[in-house]
């Protein structure tokens, strides 16, 4: 009997196929690229640019509006791929993919044609939401949204929002001011074209880790937007995002895991065959090779741990706490164990990844940025904790 594979099938194969081509052509054009402007810290416009032109930020276009709805893994694999050209550009580029992956259902129609129909004809969005007095909780955020006659007007100071400068269109968080909305349930996310008044840079982005990401801190003054820009109806926006909470855990994730891989392809290149008036060959020395077997076998199960939730635990069901629990397993594995991987590959390249521009140094600054990015190590371990021992996530104590 002849098995007969579907056309849509295999044309997305072929599509698939030639993302990933891509994907990793660029990611050695922005590897060149970071070695110079890693230092002075210049934005990864070009690069954006770039993944724009090559279809790779329209991938979550959903298939009935004629794109290619890529899957939450697929996300990840292009995540790695890109990561390991350029932290900053990969990092840029996943919140995009956070926004757009996790917004193709439940989302007004209205709302929802707007985004598509923009990212499919090459805009990019991102997501300022954590804010002056709210740091990573950013559920409870201290931006202000006051209600006005069709819409609403936004106050407030936000930080690190990525990819500003490349940026068509925000998800822009803020608190609405109605009296019978108790926090976090006055949480309100608006999509909008980016605004030409009410918003400014008022600091520049200049990081340590992932320094070409752009940033910067908003300061938000009366900005704009309309009651048809809100994204989740009104009270239940906590909810909403919860109920997303895998795809930044995963593609962040992807993020760092991309860092290590590219840190312990390096660590052997390196090694492999190089001598020294001392060693005829580093690589037979077995200090080097338990070195890369620890690096081999950790990357090995990361990749198995992002591959097996990104495929199997997608779907909120009905335990949302516990749900969001179990999203945060391989965001805190892979960050912290990210940074392992990293630091074992400096150890194996030795003194030269210290000297200014070495691509492991920056692999090594970027890779620092994973534990603290939402939610982070403290927020993800009273998260499992609680959940595996059947405690609510509220219950006290802790800390908000
Ligand atoms: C390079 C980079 C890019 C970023 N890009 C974006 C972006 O595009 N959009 C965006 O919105 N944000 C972005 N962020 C911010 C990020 O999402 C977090 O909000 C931020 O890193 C954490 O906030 P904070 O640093 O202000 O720390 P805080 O939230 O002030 O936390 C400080 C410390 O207190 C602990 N802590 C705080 N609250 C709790 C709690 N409730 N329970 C347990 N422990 C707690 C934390 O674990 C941490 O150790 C970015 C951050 C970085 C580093």
């Known amino acids: 009997m002849t098995t007969v594979t579907p056309v849509e099938g295999t044309e997305r194969a072929l599509r698939w196929a030639a993302l990933l081509d ?58 790695r791929i890109i990561a390991g050209g350029c932290g900053s550009t990969a990092f840029t580029l996943a919140i995009h993919a956070v926004l757009t992956g996790s917004m193709r259902s439940d989302l007004s129609v209205a709302v929802r044609e707007r985004m598509f129909g923009a990212v499919r004809d090459g805009a990019f969005v991102v997501g300022p939401f954590t804010d002056e007095g709210s740091g990573g909780n950013w559920v409870r955020p201290s931006t202000t949204a006051r209600r006005v006659p069709d819409g609403f007007v ?32 006055n949480l309100a996310a608006f999509f909008v074209e980016k605004p030409e008044e009410g918003i400014e840079v008022v600091a520049p982005w200049s990081g340590f880790a992932l320094p070409m990401t752009g940033s910067h801190s ?26 997303r909470q895998q795809w930044g855990h995963y593609c962040f994730a992807a993020v760092f895991l991309g860092l290590a891989e590219r840190a312990y392809e390096l660590a052997v290149e390196r090694t492999r065959g190089r001598a020294t008036t001392a060693v005829s060959d580093l690589a037979r020395l077995p200090g080097i090779q338990f070195a890369v077997a620890r690096m081999r076998s950790s990357i ?46 400096f150890e194996v390249i030795g003194g030269s990844g210290i000297r200014d521009g070495s691509r492991i140094g920056q692999i090594w600054r970027d890779v620092k940025a994973g534990p603290l990015l939402p939610f982070t190590n403290d927020m993800a371990r009273e998260f499992i904790g609680k959940a595996t021992l059947g405690i609510s996530p509220v219950e006290t104590p802790r800390w908000v």
């Open 22 to 79: 891509r994907a990793r052509l660029l990611a050695r054009r922005f590897e060149e690229r970071s070695e110079k402007a890693y230092a002075s810290g210049e934005f990864v416009g070009e690069n954006i640019r770039e993944l724009i032109d090559a279809g790779i930020t329209a991938i979550n276009v959903p298939a009935d509006l004629g794109g290619f709805e890529a899957t939450l893994e697929e996300n990840t694999r292009l995540l």
């Open 300 to 345: 090995a199960t990361m990749d198995a741990l992002l591959t097996e939730y990104a495929t199997r635990h997608v779907d909120p069901g009905e335990d949302l706490p516990a749900f969001v629990a179990d999203t945060c397993v391989p965001k805190y594995h892979i960050t912290n164990e990210a940074e392992h991987v990293v630091a074992t590959a």
């Open 154 to 185: 936004l106050d407030g100071l936000k930080h690190f929002a990525t990819g500003y400068d490349a940026a068509t269109h925000l998800v822009v968080t803020a608190g609405l001011d109605d009296a019978h909305l108790e926090p976090p349930f």
């Open 218 to 243: 908003l300061k938000l003054a009366g900005l704009r937007v309309d009651a048809d820009d809100s994204v989740f109806p009104d009270g239940l926006t906590p909810l909403f995002v919860m109920a």
